[in-house]
């Protein structure tokens, strides 16, 4: 190998992974993301820029298909690790550790030179992944490359503009695990939005967990339903300031999150909170970014019969924030409380029924007309939990 | 026109590559520890070098490689005119309009590489861009033409001569805080990164991979250098300073300006386009008119 395998060895100290999460696998991501902390590695925005694909669950087929075509389009040198839903710490070590090389792809030098012309974009196929990558050969007849040609419709003010079919999702950095929603996008304009959860094969509904055990009849000290609460909310405010790019304000959400449930002292997790809370709350960029986003009100509430967080504070993306950090204090605030757990009040709603679902019912209607960008910030700021929804289906 | 010295042709790219990697290492360190962040753009460097290069279907590819390539090539070629001390490596007369002219290659760049990956993201990064582009650009102009009326040249080494004493950043606050939100939005960088925003994958660049890339990569940085570089003469003083010689004035005040930018990538949320263009409009253009007025003003008197 020579040079070029000295270099790659170098590189391969820090990969830049790309972490895909699954439904039913959110304690194996979290797993996952702590010891990428650990390894002071930096996660790729997007596959092309990373060398190792981490599959954090059991994807079901149709997501296993999707998790495929994305590794079908990752450049070599490159590893592809899966971390099972039960997965412990020391199966997450060494699940990173794997060798990241040529070797596998040697298949796919022999068809084509190293240009790779397999995934195409755009052309709204069914199993494409993040960016579209993976819809394999196109097949309308006649079109340049093989690949259909945009079509057309009036936009929102009448003038005729190109239309391309994208999937957002399921493949896609801090996005609901699983999460798909097909759009009709008119320069980056949202004009239409379908969604749906693309199920993981095990796993279960790690955030609902305590309020299960308690509806079961275990009995749950209610300090520890709200530990699973906070960490709850703060793991979506992460996603949401990581798609609001404030990274770093994101990584300070994640290692709260993290310390909440490692079990860190109360009294520092609740300095180190509130700190976090002020800066957060105070940003006028944020809000001056956010305001008017996802705006959600009674009536809508009643129309797609929302439930738990986003029943409870109507309004847009700002009222929200404000409201998700002062839950996140307040369940802080009672970490201590050894009482029995009575309600089956969890992070999303009652989890008796499944909220999160009434949520993705909600999303075509409150994405159409918006900025892609606004898109992914009202996704993120609904923060529905796949794991209710396809932790175990298919 | 004098003679260019040797050394000022070699010491340019050098000092630029110099820059873009510090750049590269202080970006890293707002997300990792110091240690893991002083090799991480070397190693990252590395495995996109002996990275496969793949594109998508019916790719264009040579208009995508023609706007890869005209990242580094635009900021070297604005770095050109600035210069280091006293001494540029292409003095120019009308300087500052070269400069500018270099930073709009950047929108070519930019635009390129996002139609011709023929990616949906990478497109919207593309638009988002040109978005960007129209609310920076006056503002950016008009900034650059206040300095250059306070010294009464285009030239960056006679403006920077001109402000014996007073820097112009102290007398024209205005200008230079709109020169450095400008500077940031041409180099794409963090607040003003929307084009390339982690919310879709990376943008313009999401279907870039191998070399390409590297060279993508290392072009954001050199960029964000040059316009750093360039603040020094048009608003801090050129190489004025005491004790150190002159063209190390310019390489600190310029590591300042550098360390500045990329921390406030790391500080605030991203200003989409569709937000900022009122802002732009509405208090950027008239403040900076405003600036350019007073600055008249008191040339005139």
Same mark, same amino acid.
């Given at each position: ?57 059991? &994807? ?7 998790? $495929? ?5 990752? &450049? ?9 839903? $039960? ?79 994208? &999937? ?7 996005? &609901? ?218 | ?53 793949? #594109? ?54 930019? =635009? ?58 102290? =007398? ?43 060279? =993508? ?8 250098? #040059? ?35 990329? =921390? ?38």
């Amino acid at each position: 190998m020579g040079l070029t395998g000295r270099l790659a060895a170098y590189a391969a100290a820090r990969p830049r992974p790309f972490a895909v999460a699954v439904p039913g696998g959110t304690r194996a991501r979290l797993l996952v993301e702590s010891e990428l902390r650990r390894r002071a590695w930096i996660p790729a925005s997007g596959p092309m820029e990373s060398a190792l694909l981490v599959v954090c669950g059991d &994807p079901g087929p149709a997501l296993a298909g999707a998790v $495929d075509a994305v590794w079908a389009g990752l &450049p070599a040198p490159r590893a592809r690790v899966a971390v099972p839903p $039960d997965a412990t710490e020391a199966d997450v070590r060494a699940a990173l550790d794997r060798p990241i090389g040529f070797d596998d792809i040697a298949e796919d030098h022999a068809g084509e030179h190293t240009e790779h012309t397999e995934h195409t974009e755009n052309t709204g196929h069914e199993h494409a992944g993040h960016t579209g990558h993976g819809g394999h050969e196109g097949h309308m007849m006649g079109a340049p490359g093989g690949v259909a040609m945009a079509e057309r419709a009036p936009d929102r003010d009448g003038l005729k503009l190109d239309v391309l079919h994208v &999937p957002l999702g399921p493949v896609l950095a801090d996005w &609901p695990a699983g999460l798909r929603v097909r759009v009709a996008m008119q320069g980056d304009v949202v004009q239409r939005a379908e969604a749906e959860v693309m199920g993981g094969a095990g796993g279960g509904r790690f955030w609902d967990a305590p309020w299960l055990a308690a509806a079961a009849g275990g009995r749950v000290a209610r300090g520890e339903a709200e530990r699973r609460r906070a960490a709850s909310l703060l793991d979506g405010l992460a996603r949401f300031l990581a798609v609001a790019g404030w990274r770093g304000q994101a990584e300070r959400a994640r290692r709260l999150r993290d310390g909440v449930l490692a079990g860190a002292p109360d009294e520092e997790l609740r300095a180190s909170f509130a700190r976090f809370a002020r800066r957060t709350g105070r940003s006028r960029t944020l809000r001056w970014m956010i305001r008017g986003l996802g705006a959600v009100d009674r009536a809508a509430v009643e129309r797609y019969g929302l439930a738990g967080f986003v029943a409870r504070h109507p309004g847009d993306a700002v009222t929200r924030l404000h409201a998700r950090l002062a839950e996140i204090g307040e369940s802080l605030a009672l970490l201590g409380d050894r009482t029995a757990l009575a309600d089956g009040e969890g992070p999303r709603g009652p989890v008796g029924s499944a909220p999160s679902a009434a949520t993705l019912a909600a999303l075509p209607d409150l994405l159409a007309g918006a900025e892609l960008s606004a898109a992914r910030l009202i996704v993120a700021d609904l923060d529905p939990d796949p794991d209710q929804i396809g932790a175990a289906h298919e | 026109m004098s003679e260019t010295p040797v050394w000022a042709v070699v010491a340019l790219p050098v000092a630029l590559g110099l820059l873009a990697y510090a750049a590269a290492v202080l970006d890293a360190a707002f997300r990792v520890p110091l240690r893991a962040a002083l090799d991480e753009p070397l190693r990252g460097a590395a495995r996109m070098l002996v990275q496969q290069r793949r #594109a998508t279907l019916a790719a264009d590819r040579l208009l995508t490689r023609a706007g890869v390539v005209a990242l580094p090539a635009a900021a070297l070629l604005a770095a050109v005119v600035v210069p280091m001390g006293t001494v540029a490596v292409a003095p120019m007369a009308a300087g500052v309009v070269w400069f500018n002219a270099m930073e709009v290659a950047v929108w070519g760049a930019v =635009w390129l590489v996002g139609w011709g990956t023929n990616s949906a993201y990478a497109l919207v990064g593309g638009y988002r861009f040109l978005a960007q582009g129209l609310a920076y650009e006056l503002p950016h102009m008009f900034a650059l033409i206040t300095a250059a009326l306070g010294a009464g040249s285009l030239d960056l080494a006679r403006i920077a001569a001109a402000q014996h004493g007073l820097w112009f950043a102290v =007398w024209m606050p205005v200008a230079f805080a709109v020169y450095l939100i400008s500077a940031l939005a041409i180099a794409f960088r963090g607040p003003l990164d929307h084009p390339v925003g982690d919310d879709i994958a990376g943008g313009a660049a999401v279907e870039l991979s191998g070399p390409d890339r590297l060279v =993508w990569t290392a072009g954001r940085y050199a960029l964000l250098a #040059a316009v750093a570089a360039a603040a020094v003469p048009l608003f801090l003083g050129g190489g004025a300073g005491p004790l150190l010689p002159a063209p190390a004035w310019s390489l600190v005040k310029t590591a300042a300006v550098l360390a500045l930018l990329v =921390w406030a990538g790391h500080r605030l949320p991203v200003v989409r386009a569709d937000r900022f263009m009122g802002v732009a409009w509405t208090v950027l253009v008239p403040a900076a008119l405003l600036q350019m007025l007073v600055v008249g003003i008191v040339v005139l008197d």
